[in-house]
């Protein structure tokens, strides 16, 4: 039943592409389909984080295993919990966002195919709990944005297209390597792994006997003889003391690789510590896609050539992308390696925030500025991952949130804008509020969301990344440094504000700019009231994404306690 309800969201993608492909090529036919096909994942997503919030549990809402390669261990597993779901949910309103803003001229029906492609590889990523699923859903959506840069993109497409490709591609191989890595290094005949009465608590299942099960693995104690017995849910609490097993065997489930985190800490590879080795394997690739400094040089240039839809997809979701993946296979697989490298990954945190800041203060180009703001407002995120804490987890989540909404919003503007005046130099505006007052009024408002100003969704992820990362003594420095990343954000974002929106008019033709349409107050509303929502009631997310964060965080803390 789980594994029906999910692939819903795996099947309207691909009925999409269908769709797209064979039915009529009119651009506004196109464009309807595609926000038809777009607004039923939305509603269905939005149904899953009321659930997810309402169940109030780290645990699972739904989940499916289904073997297709048992010999090798590959199996069709997905599912949904808190992270999944917010994830989810930002995803396909990011889509439908996307599906509204009109499309770039030409070649309509392929377009939207590749849209659609796109997003069945987010959606899988997002539920794929099986590393080979998981890595075929990443390396899918790598085609669709080549093409839907080299294709539609600016004067320059062919070569931001290709970088993108080359740094993706570059983490993929090491990624790829490093999946392969801690496969091999699993014991061929299995082992039995403790587990943490909590996490039994949180995730076990109860077996047709009344057993208690963990990721669909009988949860054994060692009796007084020394063999193995099983354990009744029942007879479990918080307080139990006797130590409890789990068999796990040689996959590439991932929430089994999560139970073996303790073997990984004592494993060796090639004469090397495994965890070390397969951490900065796997770091690296998905590092790239949030993207951490030094591997972010590709993200600006793909923005400013890519279409304003395109933008809005990879500043939105793709960015995320890195984040997910970290907290969804790196983290719990070597709490260890974080622990020893927090202050490393903290520092990699603070040196984005404050060198993107910087950078963003330089630009002229609106998109660039944009581009590099999202390069500092992610090391946020780092910042929070590297805390490792319950605040900074949950924080880093929230921001990802926060800036998919701050970001989205500010590239459909700059989309707009760039419609009408045909270029985007900041001196090139000026007194805007004069002549487009519902679009200075969204962009101040946009700036102010990025700003971080209380009331709006963005200062909840950023100070919570800043409480955690000052609660951990290993990371108190890179938080303390990244506190003036608030302060540069105001002063690029409102120092542009000031120049585009206020002040008399700077040149005669803008006042032939007409303000925001129909079609553009629709793209932009939803990302002003979630944004609003967020900020002032950010328990709505934060139930969601905090029992997930509390229970990797304790995950962690155990593992390394057992070292």
């Known amino acids: 039943m789980d594994a029906l309800l999910l692939s819903f969201y795996f099947l309207i993608p691909l009925a999409g592409v269908l769709l797209h492909a064979f039915l009529p090529r009119r651009e506004s036919f196109q464009r309807k389909l595609s926000i038809g096909l777009s607004l039923p994942v939305l509603v269905g997503s939005l149904v899953l984080l009321a659930m997810v919030v309402w169940r109030d549990s780290a645990g699972f809402l739904l989940r499916e295993s289904i073997p297709l390669l048992p010999a090798w261990g590959i199996s069709w597993h997905i599912g949904v919990d808190g992270l999944s779901a917010s994830m989810l949910a930002l995803s396909t309103l990011v889509q439908l966002v996307a599906s509204i803003v009109a499309a770039p001229k030409g070649r309509a029906r392929l377009y939207y195919s590749m849209v659609q492609v796109l997003f069945l590889g987010v959606n899988g990523t997002f539920l794929a709990l099986d590393a080979i699923f998981l890595y075929v859903f990443w390396e899918l959506m790598l085609v669709p944005m080549f093409l839907l840069i080299a294709i539609w993109g600016g004067a320059e497409r062919k070569a931001a297209a290709m970088k993108f490709f ?24 299995g082992a039995y792994m403790p587990v943490r009465v909590q996490e039994v608590l949180e995730q076990g299942q109860i077996g047709p006997r009344g057993e208690a099960l963990l990721y669909d693995l009988p949860v054994v104690a060692t009796a007084p003889d020394g063999q193995a017995v099983a354990v009744r849910m029942q007879a479990l609490s918080f307080e139990a003391v ?13 929430l089994q690789w999560r139970l073996l985190s303790p073997w990984w800490s004592a494993a060796s590879v090639f004469g090397m510590a495994l965890a070390p080795l397969a951490f900065w394997m796997m770091f690296v690739g998905f590092a790239v896609k949030i993207p951490s400094v030094p591997l972010h040089a590709w993200l600006p240039h793909a923005h400013v050539q890519a279409p304003t839809a395109i933008s809005v997809v990879l500043a939105g979701i793709l960015l995320k992308l890195g984040v997910y993946g970290l907290l969804r296979v790196v983290w719990p697989l070597f709490p260890g390696v974080v622990a020893q490298q927090a202050t490393l990954l903290a520092s990699l945190g603070a040196l984005a925030i404050i060198w993107g800041g910087f950078a ?24 929070g991952l590297a805390a490792a804490n319950p605040q900074g987890l949950s924080g880093a989540t929230f921001q990802c949130v926060a800036h998919g909404l701050s970001a989205s919003l500010l590239f459909l503007l700059v989309g707009s804008i760039y419609e009408r005046a045909h270029h985007r130099n900041v001196d090139g505006f000026g007194g805007l509020a004069q002549i487009m007052p519902r679009w200075s009024m969204v962009f101040l408002f946009a700036a102010l969301l990025g700003v971080g100003l209380p009331g709006l969704a963005g200062v909840v992820g950023e100070l919570s990344t800043l409480l955690g990362g000052w609660a951990n003594p290993a990371t108190q420095w890179a938080a303390f440094a990244s506190a003036s990343g608030v302060i540069l954000s105001a002063g690029y974002l409102l120092w542009t504000v000031q120049r585009v929106v206020y002040g008399p008019v700077a040149h005669p033709h803008q006042k032939d700019f007409h303000d925001l349409t129909s079609t553009e107050i ?35 803390g155990w593992v390394v306690g057992l070292r």
Not at 361 to 383: E, N, P, T, W
């Open 166 to 189: 080359l740094y993706t591609m570059g983490g993929s191989v090491p990624l790829l390597l490093g999946i392969f890595l801690v496969y091999f290094a699993t014991p061929a005949d």
């Open 242 to 254: 006797s130590e409890l097993y789990v068999p796990v065997t040689r996959s590439f489930d991932l």
């Open 360 to 383: 963003a203060l330089g630009q002229r180009d609106l998109k660039r500025l944009v581009a590099y703001s999202s390069i500092s407002h992610m090391g946020f995120c780092m910042l």
């Open 522 to 556: 629709w793209a932009v509303a939803p990302l002003v009231v979630l944004s609003l929502l967020l900020g002032l009631w950010p328990s709505l997310l934060q139930d969601a994404i905090g029992p997930f964060s509390a229970s990797l965080s304790a995950h962690m």
